[in-house]
């Protein structure tokens, strides 16, 4: 598990660290502070997938389109990427995590080398001068390599970049656990995906536990293949779409689905209050709490409630998870390092109501 995290011109950071980094973390911070871009970093470093590059950034719509190969190509706009929006050469990205050894992740940005047909059979009229390189590098001595040319107007051709990268890539993520729940949750598909993996095992009872904090009446949750997922309930004869009980339900659904899937890994959180009432928190972050420490799953989430983050206070002191590490992370980009508060430390700026966030 990552206990320490540095960031080195990563979107909003220039440099920043974070100590002390526990099992289930959560962070807080006003808004544009970092949060989301922490988690981003993670997800990056812990694929130690190059495919991720072409998904990760058009994910939040940053994407740049040539009119005149619109049919054809769509190009990531890789400043977005970088500190300050700005490509030059040399200039570095660096994602660094600390555990038991250290795992990096590396962007440079360099001369072009000779340009291959390949590449110019996607974008004849957009080769750049410059070239993206990517090094993940783990275990001290493992790593895998990546090379994209960047197009005249500062992207990557994703089609291009798809085939270009080090097939090693592919073969190193197949031991990496890591899951990430966006702020408006899991789609459907998503979520299909995760539960027929666990439909009639020990795991399903895990899925019903979560699920029963916000609709206790629940008996059954299932898939119908492509025509959604349903509820057998208590209070009606008739099995009923999922999204008939609300925001809630998928939330949780999602959230604890995600969690068994990345067991023995990493599971990455954006705004986990969404759609969940303050009063059935406390029971969610005993439920997060629990699964992680039975599945060994390193927990990252972030917020801006201070519902979510006193709830979590009163699961910090609790003797279930006395032997737990649970922190709280402020981030704050225009700082060097973040403000981390320990479990008797969230109880105490709970006791004494401060205010953490």
Request: net charge negative; proline share 2%.
């Given at each position: 598990m990552i206990t320490q995290l540095e960031i080195?011109?990563?979107?909003?950071?220039?440099?920043?660290?974070?100590?002390?980094i526990g099992q289930v973390n959560l962070l807080v911070g006003t808004n544009n502070c970092g949060k989301t871009s922490v988690l981003e970093a993670i997800y990056l470093l812990k694929s130690r997938d190059t495919?991720?590059?072409?998904?990760?950034?058009?994910e939040k719509d940053?994407?740049?389109?040539?009119?005149?190969?619109?049919?054809?190509?769509?190009?990531?706009?890789?400043?977005?990427?970088?500190?300050?929006?700005?490509?030059?050469?040399?200039?570095?990205?660096?994602i660094v995590a600390a555990d038991q050894s250290i795992e990096g992740l590396s962007f440079f940005i360099n001369e072009t080398e000779k340009v291959k047909s390949s590449f110019?059979?996607?974008t004849p009229y957009s080769a750049g001068q410059y070239q993206l390189d990517v090094e993940w590098l783990w275990d001290q001595n493992r790593y895998c390599r990546g090379k994209c040319p960047i197009s005249r107007e500062g992207g990557l051709i994703y089609n291009y970049m798809r085939k270009s990268f080090d097939s090693k890539s592919k073969m190193v993520a197949c031991d990496i656990n890591i899951k990430l729940v966006p702020s408006l949750?899991?789609?459907?598909?998503?979520?299909?995906?995760?539960?027929?993996?666990?439909?009639?095992?020990?795991?399903?009872?895990?899925?019903?536990?979560?699920?029963?904090?916000?609709?206790?009446?629940?008996?059954?949750?299932?898939?119908?293949?492509?025509?959604?997922?349903?509820?057998k309930s208590r209070k009606w004869e008739k099995r009923i779409p999922v999204d008939s009980f609300g925001d809630g339900i998928r939330r949780l659904l999602g959230i604890v689905l995600s969690l068994i899937g990345a067991k023995n890994g990493t599971l990455l959180i954006d705004e986990i209050d969404t759609g969940l009432h303050h009063?059935?928190?406390?029971?969610?972050?005993?439920?997060v709490c629990a699964t992680a420490k039975k599945l060994n799953v390193q927990v990252f989430a972030t917020t801006h409630s201070r519902d979510c983050w006193e709830t979590l206070a009163d699961n910090a002191i609790e003797d279930e998870?006395?032997?737990?590490?649970?922190r709280i992370h402020r981030i704050d980009k225009d700082m060097k390092q973040a403000e981390t508060f320990t479990n008797k430390e969230i109880n105490?700026?709970?006791n004494r109501e401060l205010e953490v966030r």
């Open positions: 080195k011109n990563f979107k909003g950071f220039s440099e920043y660290k974070i100590d002390d495919s991720v590059l072409y998904s990760f950034i058009p940053e994407f740049i389109q040539n009119e005149e190969r619109m049919h054809r190509d769509v190009e990531g706009d890789l400043c977005q990427l970088f500190h300050g929006f700005n490509l030059t050469p040399k200039l570095d990205l660096a110019l059979k996607f949750s899991l789609n459907k598909e998503e979520i299909i995906f995760l539960l027929d993996k666990i439909l009639l095992t020990s795991d399903e009872d895990l899925m019903l536990e979560a699920v029963r904090i916000v609709e206790q009446d629940i008996v059954r949750v299932a898939s119908v293949g492509k025509g959604g997922i349903i509820v009063t059935v928190m406390s029971k969610m972050w005993k439920l998870f006395a032997d737990m590490s649970i105490l700026a709970f």
